[in-house]
T-cell receptor, first 109, second 114 residues
Framework: RKEVEQDPGPFNVPEGATVAFNCTYS??????FFWYRQDCRKEPKLLMSVYSSGNEDGRFTAQLNRASQYISLLIRDSKLSDSATYLC??????????FGPGTRLSVLP | NAGVTQTPKFRILKIGQSMTLQCTQDMNHNYMYWYRQDPGMGLKLIYY???????DKGEVPNGYNVSRSTTEDFPLRLELAAPSQTSVYFC?????????????FGPGTRLTVL
């Protein structure tokens, strides 16, 4: 089993749709969690951290369930500019990040 | 504040050639990382460093070497280039190991080995 697994995608959704991505991780000792966004042929950039109580940043909501070792990202009112690959990231032991394979999102006009 | 910078942006190597990918950060971050990303795939950790003079292997270290003589610089060395090393290489840095410390990436080096 891979350390971090994500929905394989791709997700093709119309503008204005709500879309949810799922991520599971295998290491129960993982300490912190993030969602990164990667545009085509660009470097990954932090989208948001994921906190135990759940957190929201504008149209984006992240949830963490430590018992199930599950992380989610919800995007409301999708924009064309949201088209990208979304990477689930888990921090193990405070030393290095483990990146999921990513889920590609295409928002269609 | 330039963040994380990488040079070169692009490079074509012949099999057996050597090169060094440069990475510099100006944020006084302690932790630095090298990843490779093959087309359509996720990032794989090559090497990382938790401070000057300290380096450790990641998931895919074979064929690469690193050094960390200063806080700012973390060069990646390819000694005998092979076609399997064709990839995009990203350098990243992080302040420390706190749960609120995230990684910041450089723009990447696109390497082709022919």
């Amino acid at each position: 089993r891979k350390e971090v697994e994500q929905d394989p995608g791709p997700f093709n959704v119309p503008e204005g749709a709500t879309v949810a991505f799922n991520c599971t991780y295998s290491n129960s000792a993982s300490q912190s969690f993030f969602w990164y966004r990667q545009d085509c042929r660009k470097e990954p950039k932090l989208l948001m951290s994921v906190y135990s109580s759940g957190n929201e940043d504008g149209r984006f909501t992240a949830q963490l369930n430590r018992a199930s070792q599950y992380i989610s990202l919800l995007i409301r009112d999708s924009k064309l500019s949201d088209s990208a690959t979304y990477l689930c990231v888990v921090d193990n032991y405070g030393q290095n990040f483990v990146f999921g394979p990513g889920t590609r999102l295409s928002v269609l006009p | 504040n330039a963040g994380v910078t990488q040079t070169p942006k692009f490079r074509i190597l012949k099999i057996g050639q050597s090169m060094t990918l440069q990475c510099t950060q100006d944020m006084n971050h302690n932790y630095m990382y090298w990843y490779r990303q093959d087309p359509g795939m996720g990032l794989k950790l090559i090497y990382y460093s938790v401070g000057a003079g300290i380096t450790d292997k990641g998931e895919v270290p074979n064929g690469y070497n690193v050094s960390r003589s200063t806080t700012e610089d973390f060069p990646l060395r390819l000694e005998l280039a092979a076609p399997s090393q064709t990839s995009v290489y990203f350098c990243a840095s992080r302040l420390g190991a706190s749960s609120t410390d995230t990684q910041y990436f450089g723009p990447g080096t696109r390497l082709t080995v022919l």
